[in-house]
């Protein structure tokens, strides 16, 4: 019997030694990777992985970003992007961002050795700085146009090095970010491979996530302001408590979010300072972040109205300032319609157990929804673990999720671009 399209699939073995190698970049001796952006560890990742594409005879390039992008040659017409981010946090794993851009060149390799020709050219991407150092989401935005020079300017890492300074360290100079702006006609569709970072897929047992939404968030940094006194002389009736403030408006949250949400939205305050934050004083101010998070764009800007609504009442009413800074705010991207169809359909084929879901997490293809359709698969992540050295997934998933994303970009990239955007 003859092989067809549907036959192909990834060298898992490869793929493995690829994930292994890439772990090592940047390693220290208790087994964490440490490749924040512009990092020596995080340029020698982009070298390597360039050598890969070369010896794979795929060609490849640096933007001014400093993305690095893939491009098999046949197709015409706008592209299909595969990837994700090639840096980490402080004592990270093996797989969150690397896996994704190491399977989307698990991809690549495979239909070039098979000697496929598809309708649309395909590439793939490992996006810069999706994990902060400078902000994050760096190379993403780059691609899509929402830099621009007093955010590369202003852009620092946490102990004041700017980016500027840090891509200059490698003989890269920062404004040419501005360059790697991709006219949107020239993209057909985006797709992502990530590991869930979160304990659903793991616990079900199942092996692929097909992701429907990516969630919004707004970061607010709010400040309750009362008066600052002596623990024993100040009777309870007497005093303004900022914790007081803080610990109601803590208690309803659970509450607001029923009222407001979508029903999958999600509220935190992971940060908590008292000034003065002395034991035996009350606190003249609580300074708190507040991290809400929503798939719905309309349920978010109610979560908004809300959240300052019960603040400022409660502060009234016990005779405290509010204030509050919005830190961040990223609208929730819906995963086109035409592309979790197929990636369905793919699972569906390849009988793997899976489930429709949202992502909590923010990931480069919600900056690309700006500019084109987007999909994205998520894998399983063992007890739920990402952001630490712990953060894992069984070979076997992570060979199930490379299937299925060769398999969807061969579907898309016999698609027109129409198909893609509309069907
Ligand atoms: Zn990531």
């Given at each position: ?11 898992l073995e ?11 970049i ?68 093996k797989?969150?961002?690397t ?12 239909i ?14 490992g996006?810069?700085?999706e994990e902060g150092?400078?902000?994050g ?9 929402e830099?621009n ?22 003989g ?10 991709r006219?949107?006609?020239t ?12 304990p ?15 969630t ?16 024993g ?17 803590a208690?309803e ?8 949400g979508s ?5 935190t ?25 929503d ?13 300052r ?13 509010f204030?509050?800074?919005?830190l ?28 429709r ?12 929804s ?22 894992w ?20 990239a ?6 893609i955007?509309?069907?």
């Amino acid at each position: 019997m003859e092989k067809t399209l549907q036959d192909i699939r990834v060298n898992l073995e490869r793929l493995q030694e690829d994930i292994l190698a890439l772990g090592k970049i940047g390693q220290d001796e208790s087994g964490g990777i440490h490749r924040m952006a512009f990092t020596e560890a995080d340029m020698e990742a982009r070298t390597w992985l360039r050598e890969r594409m070369s010896e794979a005879g795929i060609h490849s390039e640096m933007d001014g970003a400093a993305n690095v992008l893939g491009r098999l040659d046949g197709g015409e017409g706008p592209s299909i992007l595969i990837g994700s981010h090639l840096d980490s946090v402080p004592n990270a794993g093996k797989l969150d961002g690397t896996l994704g851009v190491l399977i989307g060149l698990e991809c690549l390799r495979r239909i070039k050795e098979e000697g496929i020709e598809t309708r649309l050219p395909i590439e793939v991407i490992g996006f810069s700085d999706e994990e902060g150092r400078f902000g994050g989401l760096l190379g993403s935005q780059a691609l899509t146009g929402e830099l621009n020079p007093e955010k590369i300017l202003q852009s620092r890492d946490l102990t004041g090095i700017s980016l500027t300074e840090a891509m200059a360290k490698h003989g890269l100079d920062s404004m040419n970010a501005l360059t790697a702006r991709r006219d949107p006609q020239t993209i057909a569709a985006f797709l992502e491979v990530h590991i869930e970072q979160g304990p659903v897929l793991d616990q079900e047992g199942l092996s692929i996530g097909v992701v429907e939404d990516i969630t919004g968030l707004f970061k607010w940094s709010v400040r309750l302001t009362g008066v600052a006194n002596h623990a024993g002389t100040t009777p309870m009736s007497m005093r303004r408590d900022p914790l007081m403030g803080l610990a109601e408006f803590a208690g309803e949250i659970p509450r607001i979010l029923e009222e407001h949400g979508s029903g999958a939205g999600r509220a935190t305050i992971g940060k908590v300072d008292l000034v003065p934050g002395v034991a035996n004083t009350i606190p003249g101010e609580v300074i708190f972040s507040l991290d809400v998070r929503d798939i719905v764009a309309e349920k978010l800007e109610e979560l908004h109205d809300a959240f300052r609504r019960v603040l400022s009442t409660l502060a009234r009413r016990r005779s405290l300032m509010f204030e509050f800074d919005i830190l961040s705010r990223v609208e929730p991207a819906p995963c086109a319609a035409p592309i979790v169809t197929a990636i369905e359909e793919t699972v569906k084929t390849l009988k793997f157990p899976y489930l429709r879901m949202p992502s909590g997490a923010a990931h480069d293809a919600q900056i690309m929804s700006n500019i084109a359709p987007i999909g994205m698969i998520f894998v399983p992540s063992k007890g739920g673990r990402s952001h630490s050295p712990a953060e894992w997934t069984a070979w076997k998933d992570i060979e199930d999720g490379a299937n299925v994303a060769l398999q969807t970009l061969l579907t898309l990239a016999n698609y027109t671009p129409s198909q893609i955007a509309h069907s």
